[in-house]
């Protein structure tokens, strides 16, 4: 079927397909939704999944009660909440707070305007931006530029640079809160502003650390890293607290 609007959709089995340029109204569908081409979500939307493949943009909140997956271009205008996985291929912008019951895979450019709250892993390749806070309750891999305007918290948190990705983004990562790790912290070519917390610390080179270090067991120092202060060694019980 077509509308006037020049796109196809298919109503009458799930998923729902979207062929073209899709205006999709605000409400609810309880459909896994697939579009194809350029959809626009015009308020506030709940669905079951949904994939896109080219350019996604909505305009209100947005709540998926499944995966998310993006390959191309996505904007939300406010917040975004997804039961399951999200993926990102291309571009994520968010203008709220970010909500994922699961994973959070992004290969490109990321940016939140506000705090993002992960249950399961986290992985960015390419560039991160967030002004608020980033959780994960499990592990938080950069590997690429990140500028995190908040506090960091994770399992495991590493914030690195590939050869490929420092000849593309010349200035080093940016954290200005704390990093606060259940267990290790691996960080390189980075300028962080507030305290880092671990069991296991390991600077990189080319590393500005203007807040304290406190680490638990092991604490692995590059001889080109700079610390404003003297690394201090604290109990496991200190560091749970």
Known sequence: MENDDGFKVELSSKPMQFNGMAKI?????????????????QGDFKCDSLHANGLLSAKGKLEVRGDLQVDGLFKCNDSLKVTNNVNFGGMGKINSNVTINGELNAEGAFKCKADVFVTEKAMFAGSAKIN???TSQDNLTIKGRASIYGNIVGKNITISRT??????????????????????????????????????????ENSIIYGKIFYVDELNIDKDAYLENDPIQISLEELHH
Do not use: T
Not at 25 to 38: Q, T
Not at 167 to 181: D, H, P, Q, T, V
Not at 182 to 189: N, R, S, T
């Open 25 to 41: 109204p605000a409400g609810e569908m309880p459909y896994d939704i697939n579009i194809n081409g350029f959809g626009k979500i």
């Open 132 to 134: 608020g806070n980033f």
């Open 163 to 204: 050869e490929d990705v420092k000849s593309f983004f010349n200035r080093k990562s940016r954290i200005y809160g704390n990093l606060a790790a259940q267990k290790d912290i691996i960080i390189d070519d980075i300028k962080v502003e507030g305290d880092i917390q671990g069991q296991n610390v390991n600077i990189g």
